[in-house]
């Protein structure tokens, strides 16, 4: 059964920096694009980064030189660096395949405030 989890979010100051990371439950991960989605309140949820299997990425242009996204294959898992944090980025984050083929997870809460 596919799941998908995700860590690593928290309550950061704006200018802060965190990573999260998103564990997939078996190797169909290494098959495909996997993307990083967010939903701010109030709002539909958005892909703001995807990464390919080779590791080509692309990324949303609200998060441009901020996010970096990266995957480990072998360990099943897709990592999202973002930096320079501002409000505007508080939301819950999620991971999924680009086509969002899984099952969503419970997210991780993002959240900036000083």
């Known amino acids: 059964q596919v799941q998908l989890a995700e860590f690593g979010g928290g309550l950061v100051q704006p200018g802060g920096s965190l990573r999260l990371s998103c564990v997939a439950s078996?190797?169909?991960?290494?098959?495909?694009?996997m993307a990083w989605y967010r939903q701010a309140p109030g709002k539909e949820r958005e892909l703001v980064a995807a990464?390919?299997?080779?590791?080509?990425?692309d990324y949303a242009d609200s998060v441009k030189d901020r996010f970096t996204i990266s995957r480990d294959n072998a360990k099943f898992t897709a990592y999202l660096q973002i930096n320079k944090l501002n409000p505007e980025d508080t939301a819950v984050y999620y991971c999924?395949?680009?086509?969002?083929?899984?099952?969503w997870g419970q997210g991780t809460q993002v959240t900036i405030s000083s």
């Open positions: 999924n395949t680009r086509e969002k083929l899984g099952p």
């Open positions: 078996g190797s169909f991960f290494r098959l495909y694009t």
């Open positions: 990464i390919t299997p080779l590791g080509s990425t």
